[in-house]
């Protein structure tokens, strides 16, 4: 088995050990924001080693769409990376933990509608967009 690199960023790092330690019971908002995340784990593209981000819960159906957003950073974040050389994750939404395979959405009339639906949920997206020259990447993780 892999071993668990935890995230470098502190108030990152923070956010999954109380949503993973409390079993999805706590710190399942981001932030304090009031706004609902999940927790993404995948794995390293370059470590192979097991990695956990919490995102914003977009959920659709039983798929979840996943957004580089980076508080609209001119980079991506590195789990857009992993995620393109490895696919399969699994979704944290509180309680419930389900595998799944992410895969980066191109056909523009999908990604639109997702995109709505994403910021329908977490309206800075639209923000961050407009804060970045880069064509923020947007993932659906659906059932494997």
Same mark, same amino acid.
């Given at each position: 088995m892999a071993d668990y690199i935890p995230p470098t960023l502190d108030w990152v790092r923070k956010q999954v050990e109380e949503y993973e330690g409390s079993g999805g019971t706590r710190g399942t908002t981001l932030l304090d924001t009031g706004m609902p995340c999940i927790i993404v784990t995948h794995t390293g593209n370059q470590t192979g080693a097991i990695r956990k981000i919490p995102?914003?819960?977009?959920?659709?159906?039983?798929?979840?769409?996943?957004?580089?957003?980076?508080?609209?950073?001119?980079?991506?974040?590195?789990?857009?990376?992993?995620?393109? #050389?490895?696919?399969?994750? /699994?979704?944290? *939404? @509180?309680?419930?933990?389900? #595998?799944?395979?992410?895969? /980066?959405?191109? *056909? @523009?009339?999908?990604?639109?509608?997702?995109w709505q639906l994403s910021v329908d949920a977490y309206p800075p997206y639209e923000d961050y967009q407009a804060k970045t020259t880069r064509k923020i990447p947007v993932f659906l993780a659906e059932p494997s």
């Open positions: 995102l914003m819960r977009v959920k659709v159906d039983d798929s979840y769409v996943l957004v580089g957003s980076m508080g609209g950073q001119p980079k991506n974040p590195v789990w857009v990376y992993n995620l393109r #050389a490895n696919p399969d994750v /699994e979704i944290r *939404d @509180e309680t419930v933990v389900t #595998a799944m395979r992410a895969r /980066e959405v191109t *056909d @523009e009339e999908e990604r639109a509608r997702l």
